[in-house]
């Protein structure tokens, strides 16, 4: 999910999909590092960090949120931008991961708050603080084409598939762990069916739009995340889906608009719509749950602090990231070299064209000597 998944889904862009994967790549690694040290810092043991297989899948976990933060600035950040926000999110996150989990012992197993919700929020508050206003109309780059959006379609698959997986990682073996995988299938398949029919009616001629395709189809795994190892059922879990369908895919054709043009935040992923609300509402999924009698030992009102910490963290991270991040030498490409894989990279379509247009300039100079 995070080399492929999050990697492919990323690529939509026409002329982006070296550093949407190759980036992905470089994040991936070193957070996966960095993260196993962040939270090791949190469970000493005899002042040492224990590496064991839940640890590195809670590593894992934090370099997610960094990958979601990513497609909100995707585009418009250099290398250099990103791996200070991969060192300040995981730190930050890895903070508030421990509040909820070990303070407030809040419920969150497939971390609808403390990864979606964070992550996503995080992005937002640094793609505010790094606003672009020559980019207000638009970039000619900043768009998919036919073929990039098939690549696309191989991120959101890989992702669907495995997120029940994702969401039962850390899941008591045995029902709890059944449960959360049961629950994310069944709300997953639901937001299916409810992003589709909400693309359908919002589109013109009632035709499918491949962005909410893309995205909105896993909002559901997003939205579940908070209450997957919860006795919800299978009705609970399919309500759950649906409802984080339809807003995800109104989210993409509504909200994103305006959050550009009114709060002046670019997000370029539509991280707000897949992460974000979902996010939100897996928070508010779970305090309901709780305070329903669907998880032994559980309690609304931490479930309440958690999510409000999630996001407390994220805005005020993000934004303190965002003012580091603009700092002049983090190297941040200018507008008219946004979403192109050229400025960092070395791309041979651009290498044949040159060649092209040399031969072509030596047979125009041949014919004229002659």
């Known amino acids: ?68 933060s990513f497609g909100a ?83 959101t698959v890989f992702l669907w598939m495995f997120w029940p997986s994702f969401n039962s990682a850390i899941a008591d073996p045995g029902l709890s762990q059944l449960t959360a995988v049961v629950n994310t299938y069944f709300s997953l ?47 609970g879990a399919m309500l759950i889906g649906l409802v984080a369908g339809v807003i995800s895919t109104l989210g993409f054709k509504y909200l994103t608009p305006v959050l550009a043009s009114k709060l002046g935040i670019q997000d370029t992923c539509g991280v707000h719509n897949l992460h974000g609300m979902p996010g939100i509402l897996g928070g508010l999924a779970g305090i309901v749950a709780v305070a329903l009698g669907k998880k032994d030992g559980g309690s609304a009102t931490m479930q309440a602090a958690a999510l409000a910490s999630s996001l407390g963290f994220a805005l005020v991270g993000g934004s303190i990231t965002g003012l580091m991040m603009s700092l002049p030498f983090c190297g941040q490409p200018p507008d008219q070299n946004c979403f192109d894989d050229s400025i960092y990279w070395e791309v041979p379509e651009e290498e044949e064209e040159h060649e092209e247009s040399l031969a072509h300039a030596d047979h125009s100079k041949s014919k004229a000597e002659a």
């Not at 690694?29 to 949190?42: C, I």
């Not at 589709?196 to 009616?201: D, E, K």
């Open 1 to 68: 999910m995070i080399f492929i998944g999050f990697g492919f889904l990323m690529t939509f862009l026409k002329r982006y999909g070296f550093s949407s994967v190759g980036l992905n790549l470089l994040l991936a690694a070193f957070g996966l590092q960095w993260g196993l040290l962040m939270q090791g810092f949190w469970h000493l043991t005899d002042g040492k960090i224990k590496v064991s297989v839940l640890k590195m899948i809670n590593a894992d976990f934090s370099t997610a949120t960094v990958l979601i």
């Open 73 to 155: 600035v995707l585009g418009k950040t250099s290398p250099i931008q990103l791996l200070i926000m991969t060192v300040m999110e995981i730190a930050i996150f890895s903070a508030n991961e421990h509040l909820v989990t070990a303070i407030l012992q809040a419920n969150d197993v497939g971390a609808s708050m403390i990864i979606h919700a964070f992550g996503a929020y995080f992005g937002l508050a640094v793609a505010r603080m790094l606003y672009r206003p020559s980019l207000r109309n638009g970039h000619e780059n900043d768009g998919s084409v036919y073929h990039s959006d098939l690549f696309a379609m191989i991120g």
């Open 189 to 235: 398949a639901t937001c299916v069916l409810s992003a589709y029919a909400i693309s359908s009616l919002v589109e013109h001629k009632g035709k499918l739009d491949m962005v909410h395709i893309q995205n909105a189809t896993l909002a559901g795994g997003v939205a579940v995340g908070t209450c997957a190892d919860m006795n919800i059922g299978p009705y």
